[in-house]
């Protein structure tokens, strides 16, 4: 089974609209951290935000929010107001346990932002 | 400079030859990681280190090496490069924490 599952292979937005990505985890780890990274064009791998299991709040960084919900297994991104930079490659991935753990990610999702 | 800095960041290479992707990073982090990335298929775990004694396969070591010299450093090698190691390839450091990966430019490699 994947451990992370990205449905949404493209979306599509236009700027200024805010757009949620779809990310859900598998894990029986307790402690477990969730994180976005955005690919542009140009291959870099840019970290957007951090979710740990154990935060009670979603994490916000800028226009990028995480909807952390527990109980359902998902960690979706919401990006508010987008952007036409913004449009790229989304991945999703997860660190299980603390410690000794490495990142699984999940397939990606394409987002492309129209004027 | 970059935190993280891969060398060469594109390169082209028959098959049956041997090449290394060099990485080395400068946050002073104990952890680092090889991944190959494939259209489709995001980002796969080939070898990772935790310290500069530790060496791990991740999911898809073969055909792969790595050495560690120093703990900035930390090499991958393919011993016979075959078409299908056709990829994008990245190096990644994380500190204890792993509460965040930093990421090299990645090096582009093509086998023909």
């Known amino acids: 089974a994947q451990k992370i599952t990205q449905t949404q292979p493209g979306m599509f937005v236009q700027e200024k609209e805010a757009v949620t990505l779809d990310c859900t985890y598998d894990?029986?780890?307790?402690?477990?951290?969730l994180f976005w990274y955005k690919q542009p064009s140009s291959g870099e791998m840019i970290f957007l935000i951090y979710?740990?299991?154990?935060?009670?709040q979603n994490a916000t960084e800028g226009r990028y929010s995480l909807n952390f919900q527990k109980a359902r297994k998902s960690a979706n991104l919401v990006i508010s107001a987008s952007q036409l930079g913004d449009s790229a490659m989304y991945f999703c991935a997860m660190r299980e346990g603390f410690g000794y753990s490495t990142l699984t990610f999940g397939k990606g999702t394409m987002l492309l932002v129209s004027p | 400079d970059a935190d993280v800095t891969q060398t060469p960041r594109n390169r082209i290479t028959k098959t049956g030859k041997r090449i290394m992707l060099e990485c080395s990073q400068t946050k002073g982090h104990d952890r680092m990681y090889w991944y190959r990335q494939d259209p489709g298929l995001g980002l796969r775990l080939i070898y990772y280190?935790?310290?500069?004694?530790?060496?791990n396969k991740g999911e898809i070591s073969d055909g792969y090496s790595v050495s560690r010299q120093a703990q900035a450093k930390f090499s991958l090698s393919l011993e016979s490069a075959i078409p299908n190691q056709t990829a994008l390839y990245f190096c990644?450091?994380?500190?204890?924490?792993?509460?965040?990966?930093?990421f090299g430019q990645g090096t582009r490699l093509t086998v023909v």
């Open positions: 280190s935790f310290d500069v004694k530790d060496i």
């Open positions: 894990t029986s780890d307790q402690s477990y951290g």
């Open positions: 979710q740990g299991s154990y935060d009670e």
């Open positions: 990644a450091t994380s500190d204890i924490q792993n509460t965040e990966a930093f």
